[in-house]
T-cell receptor, first 111, second 113 residues
Framework: QKEVEQDPGPLSVPEGAIVSLNCTYS??????FMWYRQYSRKGPELLMY????GNKEDGRFTAQVDKSSKYISLFIRDSQPSDSATYLC???????????FGSGTRLQVQP | DTEVTQTPKHLVMGMTNKKSLKCEQH?????MYWYKQKAKKPPELMFV???????INESVPSRFSPECPNSSLLNLHLHALQPEDSALYLC????????????FGQGTRLTVV
């Protein structure tokens, strides 16, 4: 079993839709949770990070963490074609001090 | 400035060549990382440097040799690579290891022929 599981997609939605991206994990030591966006042939770009359980909002993006269920989500409101990319969840345990990535979900927003 | 700069952007090398990838950041970060990313796969951690000392080596073959000459620079020396080493090599930095805000460069796309 992988430490971090993420549906690879592709996920195709119409412009303006609300997008929900999710990851599950098995390592209870993970304390920090991040979402990266990666456009084709580019490096990952940090979108959001959260510590432990709870919600965090930044513009059209909301990150949720439920540590009791070992489940994290990223919501994108009013999705735009420019949001089309691969979204990677990443997690860090304070012991190892390095990121563990999910496999990424490819999102396509159709105009 | 949250930029991590990697050179070259593209590299084609033969299996007998020796080449180096370079990474530079001027954010004052003391942790720097090398990741390898194959197509449609997530980045895989290779090496971590903390305060210019190697702190994590994820059992990477010796044909990959990292070097951190100073706090702003990170190199990855390559020799005797195999075609299966073709991938996107990503450099990242963060204020210290364990910091959540890790910034990635655009990567070097390496092709081994």
């Amino acid at each position: 079993q992988k430490e971090v599981e993420q549906d690879p997609g592709p996920l195709s939605v119409p412009e303006g839709a609300i997008v929900s991206l999710n990851c599950t994990y098995s390592n209870s030591a993970f304390q920090y949770f991040m979402w990266y966006r990666q456009y084709s042939r580019k490096g990952p770009e940090l979108l959001m990070y959260t510590y432990s359980s709870g919600n965090k909002e930044d513009g059209r993006f909301t990150a949720q963490v439920d540590k009791s269920s070992k489940y994290i989500s990223l919501f994108i409101r009013d999705s735009q074609p420019s949001d089309s990319a691969t979204y990677l969840c990443a997690m860090m345990d304070t012991g190892r001090r390095a990121l563990t990535f999910g496999s990424g979900t490819r999102l396509q927003v159709q105009p | 400035d949250t930029e991590v700069t990697q050179t070259p952007k593209h590299l084609v090398m033969g299996m007998t060549n020796k080449k180096s990838l370079k990474c530079e950041q001027h954010m004052g970060h003391r942790a720097m990382y090398w990741y390898k990313q194959k197509a449609k796969k997530p980045p895989e951690l290779m090496f971590v440097y903390s305060y210019e000392k190697l702190s994590i080596n994820e059992s990477v073959p010796s044909r990959f040799s990292p070097e951190c000459p100073n706090s702003s620079l990170l190199n990855l020396h390559l020799h005797a690579l195999q075609p299966e080493d073709s991938a996107l090599y990503l450099c990242a930095s963060s204020q210290e290891t364990g910091y959540t805000e890790a910034f990635f460069g655009q990567g070097t796309r390496l092709t081994v022929v």
